[in-house]
């Protein structure tokens, strides 16, 4: 039905709104953007906030054991405070560590750290993180991401090559991060128990509940960074935006005609898709401006984007050209990008959400928390005055949550108990968790490991079975790594290594949405009947027959940086496995065996077509849909398995395989049995 289409939200926005304030300066259009003449690294350090506290800082480091350090993002916490421990000599007898929820930030903050003691990457300044390490034995400052300190936990309980910890971006409560927080905080008491080395444990944030990180690090004292916050303008829309993206557009484009050049903008969104369609829409429209307009670089930022790609964003536009950057919330705290000065937030953040009564993890798009909507708007104010637009009204934000709920409260928590179990935590029900997740989302974990056959329970004891030490070595989610230690009885360890390293690095496949059908025409060749699992399979294959040819993969709208990562990772994990002596089999053409081994690895994800033509989840009753992104999308299979749950409009499933009902029997009798039986109840 036709409607209405919506004013355009300048009219919505506040009164004095600086969309009508904004004057178009006279030849304004070129003006050279200002406060960025090159200075030289030094003199840089010593420009940041955090310099003026050095002393001071270094002073109060070297005596206090834990200390939780706030200041605002860009102040320069996390590139200065390791450099200014390792100038002034503390913790010099190992290694300072300092994670990150996100690789994209280890790596570009490591690289930076380098640059400005110009080192080599990897000598004194190096990172870690999953399935890559970029450290030596010469390393002293070590960025890597949370995960990987908690994988190197499980070798080393009291972290003993570390001196010193900095646990940075604290606020993000990322499950790693909130783990690893118990574990760290283990490795210090028993270190000083032991009388071994002690260890210094520094949690840093731009924003957190500053009580609550001081009360459980044995109170210790908050440093108060001063930093430079300019102010910012922030203006409500009148009316709720049915339409965030649309009204993201308008407000892109009204910026654009109206500001100043120098001027860039910041777009906070959800996720890969929506960014990726609305830097398309951007671009076209960029292009049919007159020309008395500037133009417009448009820059998405997101996880899944190639590394090379997200440093994107910190590079220079092409002079008098205007730098609109389209973030999912990557971009609120743990990187800084310069020039921004108008941010435009929808007010949404897609996240995991997670059922204990339902056993269902989904990912799905949100309200951000005000802490969130407070962090993104001062990202508009980093160097001067900024304006911030809200595309929900005042009274929306108002109604927000306080502070975003940690995810170790909203995740499936089997690879968590997997970890602490493999860590040697005896009651991983009581562990020292510093936000207590529900003991019902505990409780499940532990019943889907048993269910995994990683766990067995002994007068009222958890206990990991030898299925899940080796389960615990794979730096995999438990269902994966339990694929990858059954493939052996399948014969078919080799594809599924293939698989498994396929699905941990981001998508391979290159979709430009302008060229749908040509995608869709090179795709055909590798489209199987069996799924997504074994398509990938055959393009990797493909991949290797051509020996990676860079023009055999333009040709194929295939990322050729992320196949030569699976090629990587993949040799990583077959190290793993000779190290476990599994025989290493190829299934060669029969692929019914993959399927199977899929399918004894990932039963819990198991959907059932029904009568009615919709599936449903064999483990949670719930309706769900195929995603329009597999290639069985337009088919009906009865039974598949399928890597994870999509929340947007409906409850979609991505990345099918299809089953036969009697393996996911022959998988899990006793689960199956009870699952029936409960759906027919
Ligand atoms: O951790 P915090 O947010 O306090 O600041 P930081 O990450 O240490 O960054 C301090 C400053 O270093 C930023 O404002 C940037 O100017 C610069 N920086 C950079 O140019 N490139 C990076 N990869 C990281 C930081
Ligand atoms: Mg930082």
Same mark, same amino acid.
Request: with cysteine; hydrophobic share 40%; proline share 6%.
């Given at each position: 039905?036709?409607?209405?289409?919506?004013?355009?939200?300048?009219?919505?926005?506040?009164?004095?709104?600086?969309?009508?304030?904004?004057?178009?300066?006279?030849?304004?259009?070129?003006?050279?953007?200002?406060?960025?003449?090159?200075?030289?690294?030094?003199?840089?350090?010593?420009?940041?906030?955090?310099?003026?506290?050095?002393?001071?800082?270094?002073?109060?480091?070297?005596?206090?054991?834990?200390? *939780?350090?706030?200041?605002?993002?860009?102040?320069?916490?996390?590139?200065?405070?390791?450099? $200014?421990?390792?100038?002034?000599?503390?913790?010099?007898?190992?290694?300072?560590?300092?994670?990150?929820?996100?690789?994209?930030?280890?790596?570009?903050?490591?690289?930076?750290?380098?640059?400005?003691?110009?080192?080599?990457?990897?000598?004194?300044?190096?990172?870690?993180?999953?399935?890559?390490?970029?450290?030596? =034995?010469?390393?002293?400052?070590?960025?890597?991401?949370?995960?990987?300190?908690?994988?190197?936990?499980?070798?080393?309980?009291?972290?003993?090559?570390?001196?010193?910890?900095?646990?940075?971006?604290?606020?993000?409560?990322?499950?790693?991060?909130? +783990?690893?927080?118990?574990?760290?905080?283990?490795?210090?008491?028993?270190?000083?128990?032991?009388?071994?080395?002690?260890?210094?444990?520094? +949690?840093?944030?731009?924003?957190?509940?500053?009580?609550?990180?001081?009360?459980?690090?044995?109170?210790?004292?908050?440093?108060?960074?001063?930093?430079?916050?300019?102010?910012?303008?922030?203006?409500?829309?009148?009316?709720?935006?049915?339409?965030?993206?649309?009204?993201?557009?308008?407000?892109?484009?009204?910026?654009?005609?109206?500001?100043?050049? =120098?001027?860039?903008?910041?777009?906070?969104?959800?996720?890969?898709?929506?960014?990726?369609?609305?830097?398309?829409?951007?671009?076209?429209?960029?292009?049919? !401006? %007159?020309?008395?307009?500037? %133009?417009?670089?448009?820059?998405?930022?997101?996880?899944?984007?190639?590394?090379?790609?997200?440093?994107?964003? @910190?590079?220079?536009?092409?002079?008098?050209?205007?730098?609109?950057?389209?973030?999912?919330?990557?971009?609120?705290? &743990?990187?800084?990008?310069?020039?921004?000065?108008?941010?435009?937030?929808?007010?949404?953040?897609?996240?995991?959400?997670?059922?204990?009564?339902?056993?269902?993890?989904? !990912?799905?798009?949100?309200?951000?928390?005000?802490?969130?909507?407070?962090?993104?708007?001062?990202?508009?104010?980093?160097?001067?005055?900024?304006?911030?637009?809200?595309? $929900?009204?005042?009274?929306?934000?108002?109604?927000?949550?306080?502070?975003?709920?940690?995810?170790?409260?909203?995740?499936?928590?089997?690879?968590?108990?997997?970890?602490?179990?493999?860590?040697?935590?005896?009651?991983?029900?009581?562990?020292?968790?510093?936000?207590?997740?529900?003991?019902?989302?505990?409780?499940?974990? +532990?019943?889907? !490991?048993?269910?995994?056959?990683?766990?067995?329970?002994?007068?009222?004891?958890?206990?990991?079975?030898?299925?899940?030490?080796?389960?615990?070595?794979?730096?995999?989610?438990?269902?994966?790594?339990?694929? +990858?230690?059954? &493939?052996?009885? @399948?014969?078919?360890?080799?594809?599924?290594?293939?698989?498994?390293?396929?699905?941990?690095?981001?998508? *391979?496949?290159?979709?430009?949405?302008?060229?749908?059908?040509?995608?869709?025409?090179?795709?055909?060749?590798?489209?199987?009947?069996?799924?997504?699992?074994?398509?990938?399979?055959?393009?990797?294959?493909?991949?290797?027959?051509? =020996?990676?040819?860079?023009?055999?993969?333009?040709?194929?709208?295939?990322?050729?940086?992320?196949?030569?990562?699976?090629?990587?990772?993949?040799?990583?994990?077959?190290?793993?496995?000779?190290?476990?002596?599994?025989?290493?089999?190829?299934?060669?053409?029969?692929?019914?065996?993959?399927?199977?081994?899929?399918?004894?690895?990932?039963?819990?994800?198991?959907?059932?077509?029904?009568?009615?033509?919709?599936?449903?989840?064999?483990?949670?009753?719930?309706?769900?849909?195929?995603?329009?992104?597999?290639?069985?999308?337009?088919?009906?299979?009865?039974?598949?398995?399928?890597?994870?749950?999509?929340?947007?409009?409906?409850?979609?499933?991505?990345?099918?395989?299809?089953?036969?009902?009697?393996?996911?029997?022959?998988?899990? %009798?006793?689960?199956?049995?009870?699952?029936?039986?409960?759906?027919? &109840?």
């Amino acid at each position: 039905m036709p409607h209405e289409p919506d004013p355009p939200p300048a009219k919505r926005f506040k009164p004095g709104s600086p969309f009508f304030r904004l004057d178009k300066r006279p030849g304004g259009m070129l003006l050279p953007r200002a406060s960025h003449a090159p200075t030289s690294l030094d003199v840089q350090r010593k420009q940041l906030p955090i310099y003026q506290a050095r002393t001071q800082l270094i002073n109060q480091l070297r005596q206090l054991h834990n200390a *939780v350090l706030i200041g605002e993002t860009g102040s320069g916490k996390t590139t200065q405070i390791p450099q $200014y421990l390792y100038e002034a000599g503390i913790g010099r007898q190992g290694v300072i560590a300092v994670t990150q929820p996100r690789r994209v930030a280890a790596l570009s903050l490591a690289g930076r750290v380098a640059e400005e003691k110009r080192v080599q990457l990897g000598k004194l300044v190096g990172y870690t993180v999953r399935f890559e390490d970029v450290t030596s =034995s010469e390393t002293k400052l070590k960025f890597m991401t949370d995960g990987m300190l908690l994988r190197e936990a499980i070798g080393d309980p009291l972290l003993l090559r570390y001196t010193v910890v900095i646990l940075d971006e604290a606020h993000e409560r990322t499950v790693h991060t909130d +783990v690893l927080f118990g574990v760290v905080k283990t490795a210090q008491r028993k270190r000083t128990e032991q009388n071994k080395v002690p260890l210094k444990v520094l +949690v840093m944030s731009a924003t957190m509940d500053v009580d609550l990180f001081s009360q459980y690090f044995n109170k210790s004292p908050v440093l108060y960074l001063e930093g430079r916050q300019h102010p910012i303008q922030i203006y409500y829309t009148k009316r709720p935006q049915s339409d965030y993206l649309q009204a993201a557009l308008v407000s892109i484009f009204q910026i654009h005609q109206e500001a100043p050049p =120098s001027h860039d903008i910041l777009v906070f969104m959800t996720g890969q898709e929506e960014i990726e369609a609305l830097a398309r829409t951007c671009r076209d429209i960029a292009k049919h !401006l %007159p020309d008395t307009c500037v %133009p417009m670089t448009v820059i998405p930022l997101y996880a899944s984007l190639p590394p090379t790609q997200q440093l994107r964003v @910190f590079q220079p536009t092409p002079k008098g050209s205007r730098k609109v950057v389209l973030s999912t919330n990557i971009a609120e705290t &743990s990187i800084t990008i310069s020039g921004i000065k108008y941010v435009i937030d929808t007010g949404m953040v897609k996240a995991k959400r997670y059922n204990p009564d339902s056993g269902l993890e989904v !990912l799905a798009v949100q309200r951000v928390s005000k802490a969130q909507a407070w962090q993104r708007a001062g990202r508009a104010g980093r160097e001067d005055a900024g304006f911030c637009y809200r595309l $929900y009204t005042e009274e929306e934000f108002d109604n927000l949550a306080n502070m975003t709920v940690p995810e170790i409260q909203r995740c499936n928590l089997a690879s968590v108990v997997l970890q602490l179990l493999a860590l040697g935590v005896p009651d991983v029900l009581n562990f020292d968790f510093m936000s207590k997740p529900s003991p019902e989302s505990l409780r499940m974990a +532990v019943e889907q !490991l048993y269910i995994l056959g990683a766990v067995e329970k002994k007068d009222e004891q958890v206990l990991l079975t030898p299925l899940g030490k080796n389960m615990a070595c794979l730096p995999l989610e438990p269902r994966f790594s339990k694929t +990858v230690l059954m &493939s052996p009885d @399948f014969s078919c360890t080799e594809e599924v290594l293939t698989i498994i390293s396929l699905l941990s690095v981001d998508s *391979v496949l290159y979709n430009p949405p302008a060229r749908r059908d040509d995608v869709l025409a090179v795709r055909k060749k590798f489209i199987s009947s069996e799924g997504d699992h074994m398509t990938l399979l055959n393009i990797y294959r493909a991949f290797r027959k051509v =020996s990676g040819n860079k023009d055999w993969c333009r040709e194929n709208f295939v990322n050729s940086r992320n196949m030569g990562l699976v090629s990587e990772v993949r040799a990583q994990l077959k190290d793993i496995c000779i190290k476990m002596n599994m025989k290493m089999e190829s299934s060669q053409s029969d692929l019914a065996n993959v399927r199977r081994c899929l399918a004894h690895g990932l039963f819990m994800n198991a959907a059932e077509l029904q009568l009615d033509g919709s599936y449903v989840a064999l483990d949670t009753h719930q309706t769900v849909a195929i995603h329009p992104s597999s290639v069985l999308f337009q088919a009906k299979p009865a039974y598949v398995v399928f890597n994870e749950l999509l929340h947007t409009t409906r409850c979609y499933m991505r990345d099918l395989c299809l089953v036969d009902s009697d393996w996911l029997h022959e998988a899990a %009798p006793e689960y199956f049995r009870r699952k029936l039986r409960a759906s027919r &109840s």
